[in-house]
């Protein structure tokens, strides 16, 4: 007798081994220590609230889908790119962070800017006990932690009365990586990626829409070492051509007055679904 075999693809079990770095490790944001440290030495730099520059770009979306009398839930709001401009347009805005630096900061802007109606949370996600129904949940970039992306996904559908959205960011990887890889150099290529959402939302039961928004990224540099050194770092080689890799990588790259300037293209996903019985 044939041996029986699976009729459909397991995309949650995918993502948890795609969540091991290309060692075979988990990464260190599986550690809350190391989570919280992360994100105090990032707020430490972030003085004051200011907002990504293609994150203004993806906000125009984003509040397109919001209607003012909604109360949103925020998943994993970072620095606020996203959280003052739905507290400027909704009615009521919660956020939860498993970050307590993140919180603190995100209280300070809240007190500096006097906005009445948002509420922060202190939690994880995966652990938090949602208090009551949201009209919507929202949370972008904030999946690269969450390891059981089905009980997320589940959670945030289970959450909404009326729609859950998750935004990512996403490629291409920067052209010079591409063409290195396809030259023969190993490269640590994003693994996670949002169609790997829209997959387990679809073995979920749930048919997701989704928006890509095109985007445009400008890093500059003030000095060449610091170019090489910020655009290598995604090869694992252990010994390969530095100048075929400095040759490969100029090809991007403009230089003005001792300013090293790299523009390339990405774009951010927004999946959203009106939340089903699941």
Sequence with gaps: MAAKTKSYYDYIELWKELMR??????PQMKDDRAEEAFWASMVEKKKRHTVD???????CELLSLLDSNDHVLEIGPGWGNYTFTIG??????????????????LES??????????????GKWEEWGVPEKYDVVFGFNCY?????????????????????????????????????????????????????????LYQLGIMANCRIIKLQSKKSYSSYEELIR?????????HYNGHEVETIINQYVSEKKGIYEYVYPFHAALIYWNPVCI
């Design 21 to 26: 770095e290309h060692k075979g490790i988990i």
């Design 53 to 59: 520059p293609y994150a203004q770009v993806v906000q």
């Design 88 to 105: 400027n347009k909704v009615r009521k805005l919660t956020c939860v962070d498993s970050s307590e630096s993140i919180l603190r900061f």
């Design 109 to 122: 802007q809240v007190a500096t800017k006097n906005i009445q109606n948002i509420k922060l949370e202190h």
């Design 144 to 200: 690269y932690r969450m390891y059981d992306i089905g009980t997320t996904l589940r959670k945030m559908n289970d959450s909404a009365t009326r729609l859950a959205i998750v935004g990512m960011t996403t490629g291409p990887e920067k052209p010079h990586y591409m063409e290195l890889y396809r030259m023969g150099y190993k490269i640590n290529l994003r693994r996670r990626d949002y169609i790997h959402i829209l997959n387990v």
């Design 230 to 238: 910020d655009n290598t770092t995604k090869i694992l080689d252990t």
